[in-house]
């Protein structure tokens, strides 16, 4: 009698005590007595499609691992496996994700598919490190119809290469009420060698993030992302270059009809013709800051080219050998009727090409002003067809642009480092545009003003006789957070949080010359 008794307890009670991967489907399957629906599969290449699709017996194919699946489940990748064909997503809330001990991330070999992951008409999916190689069309495939499928998706950390479309597609149709448009995420991987990287078409809040997208060449206008008609943007932490297909390709293309873009924080150089362009007069409210353009040994023809409606370019470091086939750091050909194009605290050296040029016959308004042109020898600005070689010239002749403007050698620390130098006139010389955070994520501003360009510096107060020991106190007792009083070439008094104010107010008094330097 304890026997049979003793067994029906444990096909009971054995998955609410032990768990389900033990006594459910790893064993038994999705029949498996008491055991709750399968919610994870797994496929390897060595499985077979006969199997439970559970880790010990995983399925063979994608298209067994495409069909079937409910509202939530996950599916596995073996790591290290190569997978032919295309996964089509089956459910809503669906994940993609990998399993196993190999270093490398699964591979979808698409040759022959149109794409090597399709959002099959459902929301709210997660692509996590999966590779996708040779698809006919776009390696990650997310398409809305209507108001149909594709929405809320999210690519983690996925790479795409070798299509012949753009490595990852959020797409919907443009003319569509904002709650139809696309909405997803593209956080980490890496997108190269395709025909675009990565492309948007009629978008709604559409976020990429933290993403190398590198090196697309295959199509003549191969760009490295392409934006168009989509709303509320944004292009963040990402590293973007070396797109060329020989003729317009550029590092982010905003094409018609895109509203309330965010470009941001990102590294964009080596692209074959802009790093950065907005490119017809019906793209308003899109907003370019604290963006690090350019390369020591550069390929672009512009840094940032506007046509656009109303926008805002602030912060932004332009610098390096740009080609000399007409282009410029910025350009700005066209600003639609009634808008204006704000361009301030951008630092721009181009060695051999133009700072600044503005288009003759801009239908709306252009505001210039503490920016910094340096190009020795060369044209500074392009103001209507007037051009000038040195900032006193340009600033009486055109007495409303650029009135506070550097045109002085900024001081890099190198051609491969563009932060400041402690003596770099463009430190403290910006002005206020309520921005918080810089290139790499450091405090605005950290001195009484803005720095010009991409980088925020630490304040440093120098001094060619003793210290102005009253500067010095306010100094530390504003808020400051961390600190070194330099008394000499080579030695310091390190200070606390805050600094030491009677440490710093007594070696203020025994040196003939020094520095402070403060971040706050």
């Not at 629906?37 to 439970?52: H, M």
């Not at 610098?319 to 086939?325: E, I, P, R």
């Amino acid at each position: 009698m304890l026997a049979p008794l003793v067994l029906a307890f444990i096909f009971m009670f054995g998955p609410r005590f032990f768990g389900p991967r033990l006594f459910g489907e790893r064993y038994f399957g999705n029949g498996g007595v008491g055991a709750p629906a399968q919610t994870e599969f797994y496929v390897a290449t060595g499985g077979n499609d006969g199997g439970a699709g559970t880790e010990l017996a995983p399925w063979a194919t994608l298209s067994k691992a495409s069909s079937g699946l409910s509202d939530g489940d996950t599916v596995y990748l073996n790591r290290g496996d190569t997978f032919a064909g295309q996964w089509i997503a089956s459910a809503d809330n669906l994940t993609l994700s990998t399993y196993g001990l190999a270093a490398a991330n699964p591979i979808i070999d698409a040759t022959g598919e149109s794409e090597g992951v399709r959002e099959g008409d459902y929301d709210g999916g997660e692509c996590i490190d999966i590779e996708v190689t040779s698809a006919t069309g776009d390696g990650f495939g997310i398409y809305r119809n209507s108001s149909v499928g594709g929405n809320n998706w999210t690519l983690t950390r996925c790479e795409a290469h070798a299509c012949g479309g753009a490595g990852a597609t959020f797409n919907s149709d443009t003319t569509t009420s904002d709650a139809a448009r696309i909405v997803g995420t593209i956080n980490g991987g890496d997108f190269y060698g395709n025909d675009d990287g990565i492309s948007v078409t009629g978008g709604w809040n559409v976020v990429i993030q933290n993403a190398t997208v590198r090196d697309n060449i295959a199509a003549v206008d191969s760009d490295g992302i392409n934006v168009a008609g989509t709303k509320n943007f944004t292009v963040e932490n990402c590293s973007i270059y070396g797109n060329d297909g020989g003729a317009s390709a550029d590092g982010i293309h905003v094409a018609t009809g895109t509203t309330g873009g965010i470009i941001r924080w990102n590294r964009i150089y080596d692209n074959e013709n802009a790093d950065i362009i907005l490119d017809d007069a019906t793209n308003n409210d899109c907003q370019i800051y604290y963006n690090l353009l350019g390369q020591a040994v550069g390929n672009s023809k512009y840094g940032i080219y506007l046509k656009s409606a109303t926008t805002t370019v602030y912060n932004n470091t332009i610098a390096g050998l740009y080609n000399t086939s007409g282009g410029a750091g910025i350009f700005v050909d066209e600003v639609a009727t009634g808008d204006t194009a704000t361009i301030k605290n951008n630092l721009i050296a181009t060695e051999t090409q133009k700072c600044m040029a503005i288009d003759s016959g801009i239908l709306g308004t252009v505001v210039l002003d503490y920016n910094s042109y340096y190009n020795p020898g060369n044209v500074i600005v392009d103001y209507e067809g007037t051009t000038y070689t040195d900032l006193s010239t340009y600033q009486a002749a055109e007495p409303t642009q650029d009135q506070n403007a550097v045109g002085t050698d900024p001081l890099f620390e190198s051609s491969s480092d563009r932060q400041l130098q402690e003596l770099s006139p463009c430190r403290e010389a910006g002005t206020g545009v309520s921005l918080t955070l810089d290139y790499i994520g450091e405090m605005v501003p950290k001195g009484v003003a803005v720095d010009i360009g991409c980088y925020e510096m630490d304040l440093v107060l120098i001094a060619t006789g003793p210290l102005d020991h009253e500067q010095v106190i306010r100094t530390v007792y504003d808020g400051v957070a961390l600190g070194v009083c330099h008394t000499g070439a080579a030695s310091g008094d390190e200070g606390t949080s805050p600094l030491d104010a009677e440490q710093v107010w007594k070696a203020s008094f025994n040196i003939t010359e020094g520095k402070l330097r403060v971040v706050r």
